[in-house]
């Protein structure tokens, strides 16, 4: 009774192997590519379709009472009352625009510390970005960011960069 069993099995096995695998669906032909402005769908946006200056996005929370005056990974002390924001990979005082996407509400901050830990979190700004976006009541808020034109904050590199 179990060698016809196994028999079977071995059978069946062998015919699977020998199968042809199955074809792979063929993506959708685009005959040409459509501005995203004159588009009239409701597409997601495509990275490639994005201006250079696009960094990603995600959600973004704030913080400030309770780390207020305390150093910051660059160095310098936190201002819950400045402009600034803890980001994962950009420069120390790097300018990243932060657009509020439920709201359209948008400020430039200056990078200043590494964060944020928090799985899912793109951004930490300080609590006065986070009132310009108007997101202090919610905690969190969906932003897309985008690197200033200008590439560095007009602070002078003494003020923040490591001694040599």
């Known amino acids: 009774m179990r060698a016809p069993a196994v028999a079977f099995v071995l059978g069946l096995s062998l015919l699977a192997a020998c199968a042809p695998r199955a074809a792979k669906p063929q993506p959708p032909e685009t005959a040409t590519r459509q501005d995203p402005k004159s588009s009239g769908s409701s597409r997601v946006t495509k990275r490639e379709q994005m201006p250079r200056t696009y960094l990603g996005e995600g959600l973004a929370s704030f913080y400030g009472p309770g780390l207020h005056g305390r150093p910051t990974a660059s160095g310098e002390r936190f201002n ?29 901050v ?17 609590k006065a970005a986070a009132q310009k976006l108007d997101m202090l009541d919610k905690g969190v808020a969906r932003v897309r960011l985008y690197r200033c034109e200008t590439p560095v904050s007009e602070i002078p590199r003494a003020s923040w960069a490591a001694p040599v």
């Open 80 to 108: 819950q009352n400045a402009l600034t924001a803890a980001h994962r990979k950009e420069r120390f005082g790097s300018c990243v625009r932060v657009v509020n996407m439920e709201n359209g509400k948008q400020v430039d």
């Open 110 to 126: 200056r990078v200043n510390d590494r964060g944020p830990f928090v799985e899912g979190r793109i951004i930490d700004l300080s």
